[in-house]
């Protein structure tokens, strides 16, 4: 493909439900990243995967939230028994590789979630 | 541990004038500075990074590593450069840690 693919675009849940977003990273990129984006919050770190090294969970707000990433390739975001504080623009992103070498992160167009 | 702050939410600033979004960063090593964009219904992407030293639409920043700073600069601001900005920083194998943006105005 030609960039970072996300979906769904938009997703409305009700309290309490499960939800999965899915990111197509590009091909041949090493790193992808989980991003949470809300009004006053910024771009708020979730989840880093780099190669076949354990993923960098750090971001993670609680763990109702996991992410995998099969294969190197296609990445699954789940969020568990989902609250109204969930909702938000979940981007994905991915990397040629990781520091030092100087890289730019290719960002998707984002999964809008909206808790109801 | 990274950190990127930067001061503004919401930067105003009339078209022809000066501008400059702060960014200050808190690493103890040689990290990696970047600017992102992200344009009205567009998706975020790059806009320069400190180790290229470039001029991206006529953006600047320059690293003071003295002031742990990254401060982005345009001598003229024009209508088209109204977006949101986010500074990031990147160093060894963390993941890349963004400030909370600034949302730059320029005002016809």
């Known amino acids: 493909g030609a960039g970072v693919s996300q979906s769904p675009s938009n997703k409305v849940t009700e309290k309490g439900k499960d939800v999965e977003l899915r990111c197509d990273p590009i091909?041949?990129?090493?790193?992808l990243y989980w991003y949470r984006q809300s009004l006053g919050q910024g771009l708020e770190f979730l989840i880093y995967?780099?190669?076949?090294?354990?993923?960098?969970k750090s971001g993670l707000p609680s763990d109702r939230f996991s992410a995998e990433r099969t294969g190197g390739s296609v990445s699954t975001l789940t969020i568990q028994r989902t609250q109204q504080e969930d909702s938000a623009v979940y981007l994905c992103?991915?990397?040629?590789?990781?520091?030092?070498?100087?890289?730019?992160?290719?960002f998707g167009q984002g999964t809008r979630l909206t808790v109801v | 541990a990274q950190r990127v702050t930067q001061p503004e939410k919401l930067l105003s600033v009339f078209k022809g004038a000066p501008v400059e979004l702060k960014c200050n960063y808190s690493?103890?090593?040689?990290?990696?500075l970047f600017w992102y964009v992200q344009y009205s219904r567009q998706r975020l992407q790059l806009l320069l990074r400190?180790?290229s030293r470039e001029s991206i639409k006529g953006f600047t920043a320059d690293l003071n590593k003295g002031e742990t700073s990254f401060h982005l600069k345009k001598p003229f601001a024009q209508e088209e450069d109204s977006a949101m900005y986010y500074c990031?920083?990147?160093?060894?194998?963390?993941?890349?840690?963004f400030g909370k943006g600034t949302r730059l105005s320029v005002i016809a």
């Open positions: 992103a991915s990397s040629l590789a990781a520091a030092p070498v100087n890289t730019e992160a290719f």
């Open positions: 091909s041949g990129h090493t790193a």
């Open positions: 995967f780099q190669g076949n090294s354990a993923p960098d």
């Open positions: 690493y103890s090593g040689s990290p990696e």
């Open positions: 400190h180790i």
């Open positions: 990031a920083l990147h160093s060894g194998n963390t993941p890349l840690v």
